[in-house]
């Protein structure tokens, strides 16, 4: 471990990775949520640093709303989604007085906001912390990235991305992004990658098919696998229910696991 990391507030975090995606409405916090949730049925101990500060969903697809953060001597203690405190989660979602509060704050406060969210939050042992961020690349990838990177804890991003074009186009220019920055890109997920109809069967590729892979391909990059349109999927983030334990045999969970 890294002399920096060694009293920092990730010391007894292993693995940190980012979820990017070039555009908002692709399903990053969607991935984000259900990485976590898979991980954590794997047995693991996991942590979501929600850093969209201006569109917090997590709480809400955690369940975890109108939960408050309580101070500890050794910083924040992150909201646990499950009573086994196996996913801890820290979000602004969770430092508003209401959850619908609008946060219209100029890029500095955002950097002093995410440096705190670095250095405050007491996150204990965890196997992996997953750091969902706003789309695009803005003061909020640039904050958590050069706080990570002065710790040297950043494992690297999972980039996600619809099949057609115009997601994808946005997806290799997030790409450019963590080259520019030094950032290792672990891998590329296509969502929303076709629909099965429930009573069909049949599989209609709404937004096109293989623009993730071919992205992956291009880019020299992994290419991790394809989440299909699913309204199961949708209904349980709305909810706030742990889809893998409601849904295990759907091919979205085999796609996700
Ligand atoms: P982002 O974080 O990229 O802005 P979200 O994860 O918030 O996107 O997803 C946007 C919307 O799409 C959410 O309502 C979510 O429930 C839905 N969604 C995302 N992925 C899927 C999927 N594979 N199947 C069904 N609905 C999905």
């Not at 990053?28 to 693991?44: N, P, V």
């Not at 309580?70 to 996913?87: F, M, N, T």
């Not at 997806?171 to 672990?186: N, W, Y």
């Amino acid at each position: 471990m890294d002399q920096n990391n060694e009293s920092s507030s990730l010391a007894g975090v292993r693995h940190v990775i980012l979820v990017l995606s070039g555009k908002g409405g692709v399903g990053k916090s969607t991935i984000t949520a259900e990485l976590a949730l898979a991980l954590r049925h794997a047995g693991k101990k996991v942590g979501i640093l929600d850093v969209d500060l201006c569109g917090p969903s997590i709480p809400r697809m955690l369940s975890a709303t109108r939960r408050d953060v309580h101070q500890c001597d050794s910083g924040w203690v992150p909201v646990y989604a499950d009573a086994e405190k196996s996913l801890a989660l820290m979000s602004v979602g969770f430092l508003l007085d209401d959850p619908d509060e609008a946060v219209v704050w100029r890029g500095p406060k955002k950097t002093a906001m995410i440096g705190q969210f670095v250095s405050d939050v007491a996150w204990g042992e965890l196997d992996v912390l997953l750091v969902d961020t706003p789309p695009g690349t803005s003061d909020e990838h640039l904050a958590i990235l050069e706080n990570l990177k002065k710790l040297k804890v950043a494992d690297g991003a999972v980039l996600v991305t619809t099949p057609q074009a115009v997601s994808t186009g946005d997806v290799r220019r997030e790409a450019t992004f963590c080259k520019k920055t030094g950032l290792r890109i672990l891998g590329i997920v296509e969502n929303m990658s076709g629909f099965v109809c429930p009573h069909c069967s049949e599989c209609s590729n709404i937004f096109s098919k293989g623009g993730g892979e071919e992205l992956a391909k291009l880019t020299g990059c992994p290419f991790l696998g394809c989440v299909p349109l699913d309204p199961q999927l949708s209904a349980s983030l709305e909810q706030g229910k742990d889809f893998l334990k409601s849904f295990p045999d759907s091919a979205t969970f085999s796609a996700i696991s």
